[in-house]
Structure formats: C-alpha cells, structure tokens
Nanobody, 119 residues
Framework: QVQLVESGGGLVQPGGSLRLSCAAS????????RGWHRQAPGKQRELVAA???????IYADSVKGRFTISRDNAKNTVYLQMNNLEPEDTAVYYC?????????????WGQGTQVTVSS
C-alpha cells in the first residue's frame, strides 16, 4: 500500500513562506499526476496545484504567481513552495497521487498538514 507523507506545515505570518513536502513510500509507476489540495474549515476541498507526468503544471487562480509545485523523481517527492502567504491560505493541505492501473485510476492521499497564516 502506497503511503504519502506530508511535512512542512506550520504557523506563518502574512507575507511569509513555507515549503511543503510529500514523500511517497515507494517508487510508483504509471503516475498520471501529483498534486496538492487544501480544505479550509467549512469549505470544500480544492485543488491548489498539480504536476503531470509530463511536467505540465496546473494552479488555482488564487495561488498563481505565489505558489510553485515541483518534484524530485529520484526521491519520490513533490514540493509546494508557498510565498507571500495570505490569511486566506489557511487550511489543511493534502497531497495526492493519481496512478493508472489498467483501465482504472487509483487515488492516494496523504494525512494532511496544517498551514495557518496569521499575525
């Protein structure tokens, strides 16, 4: 069973930066894409950023120009660099991995890491 382990969350002041990491427990084949989602209290989970197997990146409009997703395939790890953080970025951040298996797609999720932006 693949496990995704997130780290890097915490408390930061507005305008500050954090880098989240998501390490997979093993080398995974047939990855469609890896991404970061977030869920704030009382809100639905939303896609923040994703990177496809071909390296194409996708960002939510609210984070464009502030967040950057990247990966290190040798370490089975995806990163989310978050700059110029705003109170509205406060949420639990979850990493996700979509794997193609035959005709099906399997979704893996991390346990989540809290990001709080507050002065």
């Amino acid at each position: 069973q693949v496990q995704l382990v997130e780290s890097g969350g915490g408390l930061v002041q507005p305008g500050g930066s954090l880098r989240l990491s998501c390490a997979a427990s093993e080398n995974i084949f047939s990855i469609i894409r890896r991404g970061w989602h977030r869920q704030a209290p009382g809100k639905q989970r939303e896609l923040v950023a994703a990177i496809t197997s071909g390296g194409r990146t996708i960002y939510a409009d609210s984070v464009k120009g502030r967040f950057t997703i990247s990966r290190d395939n040798a370490k089975n790890t995806v990163y989310l660099q978050m700059n110029n953080l705003e109170p509205e970025d406060t949420a639990v951040y979850y990493c996700n991995l979509d794997q193609s298996v035959g005709l099906h797609t399997i979704d893996y999720w991390g346990q989540g890491t809290q990001v709080t932006v507050s002065s």
